[in-house]
Every structure is written in C-alpha cells, then in structure tokens.
C-alpha cells in the first residue's frame, strides 16, 4: 500500500501511467477510487498522480486542527516533494479544484498547467448553490443513512437522469466504490469546515500558467457560473462548459477530450 508521510499525516497514493506528471485532486467526501473512468484515459499519455485527502480513504483522518484550503494544498505539495515530482499539472474537481486553485496561489514554481473542474473561488463573486443543494450535501441527519443510503442519493447530483438512465453501472460503480473506503464524520466535518472558509477570488490574478476552467451546464451542486467567474479571474484562462454534463462531468467523453486538448496546446506549461 503506497503512503507518504507529508505535512504530518500518512497519504495513500498511487501512479498510473508515464509522461508529464498529472496530480489529480478529489472533491468533499471522495477519495483516489471515485476517479473511476477518468484515470485510465489520462494515464494513456500522462503519469496520472491519484490520492486520498486527508479525512478520506486510505490517508490519515485527523480531527484537529480545523482543515483548510491551503492545509489540503500543503498535503498535496508534500505528496509530490516526497516521490520526487518537481512540476505537475495540477487538476481538481469541486473541492479538489478549489484545493487547487491555492496550491497553484501557493506553490506556483510546481504547477506546469492547472486545471480546475466545477468549482468555485469563494467570495462574494461567487454564486451560490441552492437550498437544497446545501441541504444535501450539510446534511446533519446524513449520518443515519448507511453509506450506500448516502451514495446512490449522490447518483442524481452529480449526473443528468438523461446519464443515470443510460449508464446504471456508473451507480452502482459508484456505490461500490463509497463503501469500500467510506468517509467517516470527522472528514466530511473538515471537509466542510476547509469549504466554508474557502475564498480566492481577489487572488487569482496573481495564477500565470495556462489554466483550463471546466464544468457541466447541468451541474446541481456548484452552478456552473462560478466556472466563468474563475476564468474571468485568471489572465488568459480557457472556460469550457461540457454540454449535457452534471457535477460529475469528468464521466463525458467530452470532458477527457477538453482536458487531453488543453495540455496538448500547452506542454510544459508553455502558452
């Protein structure tokens, strides 16, 4: 079992494929496994860099201190100076591109390009999910649900029914991979807790690398305007809205298309 120990906890990690190194950063509650299609088809060119946040998985879950954003990005920097990376792609989704976006704020000399999926920068430019979304994904009561409870509910927020209809497997895919390494309380606490206080949006004019902002048109959980806001933010950033696409817009064989394209235009990080 790969495990780092970075930042002051142990880190399960794994490594698919050889190339320019790709660090792929999960969003709340999810680990390295919920990559599921995404990172055979990133591992074809690039050395995709999976791993657990801390608080899920196989990584360490401690309670205290309070996490944050910037913790998350130290983590994942720690993850790369331990198995020797020096640069990387960075790209995260949802709370993982918000962990991101400090990362490439934090440690810009590690970052060839950043890729940042169905997020949002925080702040009082961003738009705000619905009542219901928050009611969902904040739930006190969600721990009375058994985790497959909790994951086949996921199933309609981060896919369209016209997706969940099509592809039934991807639920069930998905609900075997919850249960196998379940988030306990304590990480979707400091998940949430990182989330709250998360806010970028006066900085990210200082992100210089070529950037990707990315997301679903269908997304119920982080409208898709925050995307456009965030590329607004960054100079020269490029905004791609995945058409027929939910939170989980990486299962779209148009989202692998997008992302292959972006770093293929910019090897190296070049502009």
């Known amino acids: 079992m790969p495990t780092v120990k970075a930042n002051g906890i142990n880190i399960y990690y794994e490594i698919h494929g050889e190339g320019e190194p790709l660090l792929m950063i999960q969003g ?11 990172v055979p088809e990133m591992a074809k060119e690039y050395k995709a860099i999976v791993f657990d946040n801390r608080g899920t998985g196989r990584t360490d879950k401690p309670v205290e201190p309070p996490y ?4 998350m990005a130290a983590d994942a920097k720690g993850l790369l100076d331990a198995i020797g990376i020096d640069k990387a792609n960075v790209f995260g989704v949802s709370m993982g591109g918000m962990i991101a976006q400090e990362f490439a704020l934090n440690y810009p000399d590690k970052v060839i390009n950043l890729i940042v999926g169905c997020s949002t920068c925080g ?11 928050l009611a969902f994904l904040f ?20 896919w369209t029914r016209d997706f969940i209809d099509a592809n039934p497997q991807a639920v069930d ?5 919850t249960t196998k390494y379940p988030t306990p309380p304590e990480g979707f606490a400091g998940h949430a807790q990182a989330i709250m206080s998360h806010n970028t949006c006066d900085r990210l004019p200082q992100i210089k690398v070529p950037t990707l902002v990315i997301a679903g048109d269908s997304d119920r959980l982080i409208p898709p ?22 939170h989980g817009f990486t299962e779209s064989p148009d989202a692998a298309t997008a992302i ?12």
């Open 225 to 246: 305007e925050n995307s456009k806001v965030i590329a607004s933010k960054i100079p020269g950033a490029e905004l791609v809205i995945v058409p027929n696409a939910g």
């Open 68 to 71: 944050t954003m910037k913790m």
């Open 123 to 133: 702040g009082t430019e961003s738009v705000a999910p619905t009542a219901e979304a």
């Open 139 to 158: 739930n006190p009561e969600a721990a009375k649900f058994s985790v497959e409870e909790r994951a086949r509910a996921t199933a309609p927020w981060l």
């Open 260 to 271: 292959l394209g972006f770093l293929k235009r910019h090897p190296g990080g070049k502009k």
């Open 28 to 38: 709340y509650s999810f680990y390295s496994g919920h990559w599921m299609t995404l």
């Open 173 to 177: 895919a998905l609900v075997s991979i």
